[in-house]
């Protein structure tokens, strides 16, 4: 098997990472008005496609992918390319840091009561999720780069 990320692991990476970045809920004033009377259906849908709850799916199919082609290959976690290594385990963090696992966590400490747990918890979401984009993305690029004569 190859020791690369999968086929189309780059533009989901790029398309979450933006998301993550900009959040784009206010395009939706800009639709709105071309929705006529169903803005309610029209933005559940916009919400979850571009709103957190998507680029959190973009980050989990992202994920679910690098972890299927890990666990696909008969070679271990530590044969494959340090990139690919890197995007496993902070993706494998982040499905435990957005799944239920977490809400079994707030019925012990609830959000309201323990600020700084929640928000702990929504930090390292984040940092995993973009060091698993950023893998992605850099792996990509380190893997494009032309190879000159000193380099092989």
Do not use: H
């Not at 006529?36 to 998507?54: C, E, H, S, T, Y």
């Not at 992605?136 to 032309?146: H, M, Q, Y």
């Amino acid at each position: 098997m190859s020791d690369s990320f999968p086929t189309g692991a780059v533009p989901i990476a790029i398309l979450a990472g933006l998301l993550w970045i900009v959040d784009p809920v206010w395009l939706f004033s800009l639709l709105e008005p071309a929705t006529g009377d169903a803005p309610l259906g029209i933005g559940m849908l916009f919400a979850v496609l571009f709103g957190r709850g998507g680029r959190n799916v973009l980050v989990l199919v992202l994920t679910v992918s690098i972890l299927w082609r890990v666990f696909r290959d008969p070679r271990s976690l530590r044969e494959f390319d340090r990139a690919i290594q890197v995007a496993a385990v902070s993706g494998a963090a982040f499905v435990f840091l957005a799944s239920p696992v977490t809400d079994v966590l707030y019925n012990f400490f609830p959000r309201e009561e323990t600020p700084l747990i929640s928000r702990s918890v929504l930090v390292a979401g984040s940092i995993c999720a973009a060091v698993t984009i950023g893998s992605v993305l850099l792996g990509k690029l380190s893997s494009a780069r032309p190879r000159t004569g000193s380099d092989q």
